[in-house]
Every structure is written in structure tokens, then in C-alpha cells.
């Protein structure tokens, strides 16, 4: 029971994977709710309707990862609905991989706003679905496509070929993306120059020095870079970089 939860609460995180019938009462019961977290709740989504009760009025923040999500329709009308969304996390989520309207609603709907997506864990996730973060994203500040083993990036090229776009992006994270080729890696990292954030591990063919060297030298306020397994990599640049300014290097060989 939501027996803690109020008018006041603004943001619940579901730990529980057997929390079957909370949707609807939080609705009820949190309308000013703004972040909700439900990843790997699977009872809560035995029956997907029941995501068309998630709480709307205020809602911002949205995990749905992990989930055995399969009716594509269903997902496409619990989000749409929610109008304020600028979180939305889809990590694991199987449907996404094989409705490619899934991705093109969100970011028609949520593109002028949409400043997080979450689509890692889908190894089967074609490239082309990407396309609509490019045409609809003008201000997202984190992608995740980790995992994301079909994809090459090259649906995204306008995207990370536009300043007015690229420029608000400070997270990016390409784990074992292992397909992107090395002309379009460098693509990415010479553009987004407010990058705080980039995970590149598992890239073993892609990354060498000339990637990094092009991320010390793009990307001034770097704070954290994923490098493990990229074997070509001999750490000069980021070693000389990480000498003036705080910074966290994870790249175990």
C-alpha cells in the first residue's frame, strides 16, 4: 500500500518487483507526482494496460526499463498521454525494437523538450529507428545506446552534425555499440564539445588514440570517461588531460 504517499509526494522509486496493483491508487492518490521509477516491476505490468494509470498531470521523469513490454500500441498511449515528459527511460524494453513508431511518437510528442532517453539493452535495435531523434531532438542533454549492438550511429549523423542540437548534450554512452564505424565515432566526439560524460568501452576495433586525443582536446569540461577494453588506447592524452582538472578515468584492460 502507498500509505506514505500524499499531495506532497513528488518522486516514487518501486524497488519491488511484487508490487502488483499500485498504479491506479498512485494516480489517485500522488497527483503532484513528477519522477517515476518502475523499472524491472514486472507484476505491475502483467497486464500493460495497466500503464495507461500511470499518474499524467504532472508527471516529468520516467523509467520504464527492464520491463517485458510488448504491446507496442499500449506503450505508444501511456506516453503520449504524458504531456510533461522530459525523462524517459526504455532500457531492456523489447517492443521499441520491433515498432518502429514506438521511438518516432516519443520524439514527435517529447522532442522539443525531451532532454534524457534511456534506449540501451536493446541488442536488436535497428539503426533506422533512430532516425527521429535526429529530425525531433533539438535539446537532449543525455543519450544511452549502450548495448545497442545492431546500431551505427549513421541515423543520428544530422543529428550530431547540427551545433544547435549537439551543443546541449553532456551524456553520451556507446558501450559495446560495436558496428559504429571509426569515421562516425570521431563525428561524435569532435561536435559535442559540452560532453561531461562519454562511455566508449567495449569499442575495441574503433577506439585508439586519435579518439581520444580528439576527445581531450573537443571536450573541456570532461569529467568521466568509460575506455574499458579499448586495447589500442595508450592513455597519453587523457592522463596529461586529467592532470589539471578533476577526473574519473575507468579503463580497465
Do not use: W
Request: aromatic share 8%; glycine share 4%; net charge negative.
Amino acid at each position: 500500500m502507498l500509505t506514505s504517499c500524499c499531495d506532497h509526494c513528488f518522486r516514487i522509486d518501486f524497488c519491488s518487483s511484487k508490487f502488483s496493483s499500485g498504479l491506479k491508487e498512485l494516480a489517485d492518490m500522488c497527483p503532484n507526482i513528477k519522477k517515476l521509477d518502475i523499472s524491472s516491476c514486472y507484476d505491475l505490468v502483467k497486464d500493460n494496460n495497466n500503464l495507461l494509470n500511470i499518474p499524467s498531470k504532472l508527471l516529468t521523469e520516467l523509467n520504464l526499463s527492464g520491463l517485458p513490454l510488448m504491446s507496442s500500441a499500449i506503450v505508444k498511449q501511456a506516453l503520449t498521454r504524458l504531456q510533461s515528459l522530459t525523462v524517459i527511460g526504455l532500457s531492456g524494453v523489447p517492443c521499441i525494437a520491433t515498432d518502429k513508431f514506438i521511438i518516432e511518437e516519443i520524439c514527435d510528442e517529447f522532442g522539443h523538450q525531451l532532454k534524457a532517453l534511456d534506449l540501451s539493452m536493446n541488442p536488436s535495435l535497428p539503426d533506422t529507428f533512430l532516425r527521429p531523434i535526429a529530425h525531433h531532438c533539438a535539446c537532449l542533454e543525455k543519450l544511452n545506446l549502450s548495448f545497442c549492438s545492431s546500431i551505427t550511429l549513421e541515423s543520428l549523423r544530422r543529428f550530431f552534425e547540427d551545433d544547435s542540437k549537439v551543443q546541449h548534450l553532456s551524456y553520451l554512452a556507446l558501450m559495446q555499440v560495436k558496428h559504429v564505424a571509426f569515421e562516425m565515432l570521431e563525428l561524435c566526439v569532435s561536435k559535442c564539445y559540452n560532453l561531461q560524460s562519454i562511455y566508449l568501452d567495449g569499442l575495441i576495433e574503433q577506439v585508439d588514440d586519435r579518439i581520444v586525443e580528439c576527445i581531450a582536446n573537443t571536450c573541456p569540461k570532461l569529467a568521466r570517461v568509460g575506455l574499458k577494453g579499448c586495447t589500442k588506447v595508450f592513455l597519453f592524452y587523457m592522463c596529461s588531460r586529467s592532470s589539471y582538472e578533476p577526473f574519473s578515468l575507468n579503463a580497465m584492460f
